[in-house]
């Protein structure tokens, strides 16, 4: 029977996962391994939903399955950083920004990325490259990063790109949701 799987959930989530979880050895081994997740600020879109992750009663949505999928990112780094801080590996999300270039003008969905507000490539990989490797962050886990700060939690979607941006989901920072969708990734991976 082939799996029907939401492709955007599959890819940047699922795909991850396994890669992630299939190098654990190797992590544990250089002791003191970073992971991080790179997120969107568009999971403020969406928690996963558990019920329908793949979309099955519900009408398929291109942004929320997005949403969900970078949701399910940030949702990794907490899971993987509660289950693997024995074996030294920490685990931190980083949400980019929107990112300036041609195939980025529009977010997910149509979302308009004013001019603005876009990054450089090299503007929008500087808080991934924070995560990975100064000594600063050597055990900060299960955290959303973005604009090389520590995003605030909110319990409701921000209005406004700069709120947006410095801002994470609670959902997605909540160990019991971290812990449900690891459950569900190894159940999905079998």
């Known amino acids: 029977m082939a799996r029907r799987w939401e492709s955007r959930f599959a890819v940047n989530h699922l795909g991850h996962f396994a890669l992630a979880s299939g190098l654990h050895r190797a992590l544990a081994a250089a002791r003191g391994a970073r992971i991080v997740a790179v997120s969107s600020s568009t999971h403020l879109y969406s928690p996963v939903v558990f019920d329908d992750i793949h979309f099955a009663f519900r009408s398929h949505d291109p942004l929320l399955a997005y949403a969900q999928s970078k949701t399910a990112n940030v949702l990794f780094a907490v899971g993987a950083s509660i289950r693997w801080a024995d074996d030294g590996i920490t685990a931190n999300a980083a949400g980019p920004g929107p990112i300036d270039a041609r195939c980025t003008s529009h977010g997910p969905g149509g979302l308009f990325v004013p001019p603005g507000l876009r990054k450089t490539p090299q503007q ?9 490797v100064p000594p600063l962050l050597e055990a900060a886990g299960g955290r959303y990063f973005s604009d090389c700060n520590e ?16 801002s994470v989901a609670g959902y997605a920072l909540d160990p019991g949701n971290a812990g449900r969708l690891w459950d569900t990734s190894v159940r999905l991976l079998g």
Not at 124 to 132: D, M, Q, R, S, W
């Open 151 to 166: 995003a605030a939690p909110v319990s409701q979607r921000p209005v406004g790109y700069p709120q947006i941006l410095r």
């Open 124 to 132: 929008a990989a500087a808080t991934a490259v924070l995560l990975a």
